[in-house]
């Protein structure tokens, strides 16, 4: 990989099991939990008799990288002191179409040794948990260890003995209860206590919550052993198979549905590495392979590095009917679960890989529309704030109902779940999900005639940007509502509802043409608003429907502006502001009849990952003046960026 990632994926597992390294150098700085706070991990090699530290910090000198490549599932350093070359490979097999494999709560960390000098050298290499993995903060609660033989593997078990189960929800928080693991092959367990440990990285991270530092003692858990051509090592996390609290029970996920102990999946997945490392090998080519021809290897890079935080940024888990519920995390943005306009962004990622965990995104909302706690006419916002799948938060702290409306996303969430109903449709070939609950689907057209064609003072998924009435994009959306549901209607075999609902989002374009255009080519923020401009991402769909509501001369005049107003690091989310939204901007580059077009526009996105002083995973957010985050980090909209590869490929 050319870029230099902003953040390097270490363990990506979910929005609680999460290591990442915000540093060039794996040694650079300690490693952190997506939210910035410390989540050690520390790396030693020990070479015929020298100690050498390749991950983390500490006293003992750091063995040299030479090279770092980021890969769809998988991260791969390269080190070098004394004569020996160590590859250290991180893997997370986060694979779509294997949800027992997906959901597995277990990662690998493999070490292979060279000589580069024709030599024969002893090598021994140590990793080290510290007990920051079971609890929300360090020092929350003292830690019961166990070691044992799992399989062929020597374990060691981390536990927080005083654990807090589903007892708290918000944004920053990371998980109290349940037990971390680390195994390997034949290794020598031990346990260790380190005084005054500090984080030194977060201060980068302009988007923190509270003092990025940890100074309490802490406890580390650590295996090692000799390595002789390759040494594998496990870490897993056990949540004791509760891992949301789905309507007022606690739910575990696909991996254990039937059973299975975190003891046989740490077991299995020892058994199972060489041939999961050469599946996940393989779809990462085939991803490359595809993205360099859909829009170039800049983007194939930023697809590399979205995948993994895509997924991880959610939880699979099984609710009480045996259905499957798909649950975002908006991580950093307010911890709200199941957003429907976070969902939205992301869905180009699932549509290419799964359609069946959109059906899974969709599922909490219909229920939640369903449920005497929603009233209302239009989609829900949300249904709860992770790891609680319950009730909506998002306008919770309001006195009258005017506010509570006021806080929503009307127009923005019916259009989103029409959108995402109709290409999960297509993309499987069967409209029998959205059929199922087509009387909510229905009821949701009728909001966006009513009030999609111009909207009021409403808010829209760019919600930072506050209300804003006659906003011609939203309006976009609307159209793409109305849209959608003619798609299903169509696949329903309903042809007649189908073209009156095509004919009606083709009057309504009709007239956003001639309202929204500034009469140089280019079209308004918002109606009222001449010479305003704004990305135009929400009319993507009509592209990939091909259903040609608009001429491509409207898309040639969007891209055309887009390019004359674009800043160093990428192309303004409106003339409003100097930020952008990396998932957007994608979907807008998309709306390039030539490649070499798309290319220009996302070329300064690929910069400002490479170039961000901002040591986050990667923020959907930031400045495009200056490439700092703006807010946001470790989001799963950036399954979003799959919008040229979903187009290149079709739905």
């Known amino acids: 990989m050319k870029m230099r990632p902003p953040s390097v994926p270490l363990i990506t597992i979910d929005p609680f099991f999460s290591v990442w390294s915000p540093a060039d150098a ?3 700085s300690d490693t952190v939990h997506w939210t910035g706070r410390a989540n050690l991990m520390i790396g030693i090699a020990d070479i015929d008799g020298v100690k050498y530290r390749f991950m983390g910090n500490g006293e003992e000198p750091a063995m040299e990288q030479v090279s770092l490549d980021v890969t769809a599932c998988s991260t791969i350093y390269r080190f070098e002191a004394q004569g020996v070359r160590l590859t250290v490979i991180f893997t997370s097999p986060l694979l779509l179409d294997d949800l027992p494999l997906m959901t597995r709560p277990v990662s690998y960390i493999e070490v292979r040794e060279e000589s580069l000098d024709g030599k024969e050298h002893k090598i021994n290499v140590s990793i080290s948990l510290s007990e920051q993995f079971c609890m929300d903060k360090a020092g929350d609660a003292p830690v019961n260890i166990t070691k044992s033989r799992i399989g062929e593997v020597a374990a060691i078990r981390m536990e927080n003995a005083e654990p807090r189960i589903l007892e708290r929800w918000g944004d920053n928080h990371r998980i109290e209860w349940g037990a971390v693991v680390l195994a390997s092959e034949g290794a020598k367990l031990s346990t260790s206590k380190r005084k005054k440990v500090t984080y030194l990285a977060g201060h980068l991270n302009t988007h923190h919550r509270e003092p990025p530092t940890d100074t309490a003692d802490l406890r580390f858990i650590t295996a090692e052993g000799d390595v002789v051509g390759s040494r594998l090592f496990l870490v897993a996390y056990d949540d004791l198979g509760k891992s949301l609290l789905v309507w007022g029970e606690p739910r575990g996920s696909v991996w254990n549905r039937d059973g299975m102990t975190i003891n046989e999946a740490i077991a299995n997945a020892n058994e199972d590495y060489e041939d999961v490392y050469l599946r996940c090998k393989i779809f990462n080519e085939d991803l490359y392979t595809d993205a360099v021809r859909a829009g170039g290897e800049k983007y194939a890079e930023l697809l590399q590095l979205a995948y993994r935080q895509s997924i991880a940024a959610h939880k699979l888990v099984i609710d009480g009917n045996g259905e499957l519920y798909f649950i975002s995390k908006e991580c950093f943005s307010n911890g709200c679960a199941c957003t429907v306009d976070v969902s939205y962004p992301s869905i180009p990622l699932f549509l290419l890989y799964n359609p069946e965990l959109v059906k899974a995104m969709i599922r909490p909302i219909i229920h939640f529309a369903r449920s005497k706690d929603w009233p209302y006419d239009f989609a829900p ?16 702290n309001v006195e009258t109902r005017e506010q ?3 806080n929503q996303m009307p127009v923005e969430e019916c259009g989103n779940m029409l959108v995402m109903e109709a290409a999960t449709a297509i993309a499987s070939g069967d409209a029998s999900f959205a059929e199922s609950h087509l009387d909510l689907l229905e009821q949701w057209v009728k909001y966006l005639l009513k009030n999609g064609d111009d909207p009021d003072n409403q808010l829209c998924t760019d919600d930072f940007a506050g209300h804003l009435a006659h906003n011609c994009n939203l309006s976009l959306k609307a159209i793409s509502g109305i849209l959608s549901l003619a798609e299903i209607y169509k696949m329903l075999g309903r042809t007649k509802d189908a073209k009156t609902y095509t004919a009606k989002a083709q009057k309504m374009a009709e007239g956003w043409l001639k309202r929204a255009s500034n009469g140089d080519g280019t079209y308004r923020l918002a109606f009222d608003r001449p010479g305003s401009t704004s990305m ?19 898309f040639a005049g969007e891209i055309a502006a887009a390019i004359r107003r674009q800043l160093p690091y990428g192309l303004p989310l409106d003339n409003r502001s100097a930020y952008t939204k990396s998932d957007w901007l994608v979907w807008t580059a998309t709306l390039a009849k030539d490649k070499a077009d798309f290319e220009t526009l996302i070329a300064p996105l690929w910069e400002a990952y490479n170039r961000t002083p901002s040591r986050v995973p990667m923020t959907d957010w930031y400045w495009t003046d200056t490439s700092e985050q703006r807010g946001f980090q470790a989001r799963s909209v950036q399954g979003g960026l799959f919008m040229k590869l979903l187009a290149y490929r079709g739905l």
């Open 404 to 406: 509570y409306l006021k």
């Open 381 to 396: 916002h949300d249904v709860g704030c992770y790891p609680y799948v319950d009730f909506q938060r998002y306008s919770a």
């Open 536 to 554: 135009k991402y929400n009319i993507v769909w009509d592209k990939l429907f091909g259903t040609n509501l608009f001429p491509e001369s409207f």
């Open 26 to 28: 794996l040694t650079g």
